[in-house]
């Protein structure tokens, strides 16, 4: 990653939105891996509320995922999750 944040955790009680806890990642090419040891779900979305079911992408221990969109929700599936986030180096 061109640029890297601190790690998140994150829960599997509530959304987190990685682009308004990082300004620079809203509307820009944001890697987001998990680092586990849960499941994460990930949704880059245009709307500024979080989604109400389990939308999104799901990413096990070190997967990640590109995207970008104004708003970047992360959680944990079935437990919590660590996530790193950061900017691409495109």
Known sequence: MAESQADVNVTSSQWIDLAARY???????????NKGPGQ???????IGTEPTDNSGWVRGYL????????????????????????LTDS
């Open 40 to 46: 994460l779900l990930v949704f880059f979305s245009s």
């Open 63 to 86: 997967d990640d995922i590109t995207g970008t969109a104004p708003h970047i929700w992360v959680k944990g599936l079935n437990g919590p999750a660590a996530v790193a986030c950061g």
């Open 23 to 33: 300004p620079s990642l809203a509307n820009a090419a944001t890697n987001v891996q």
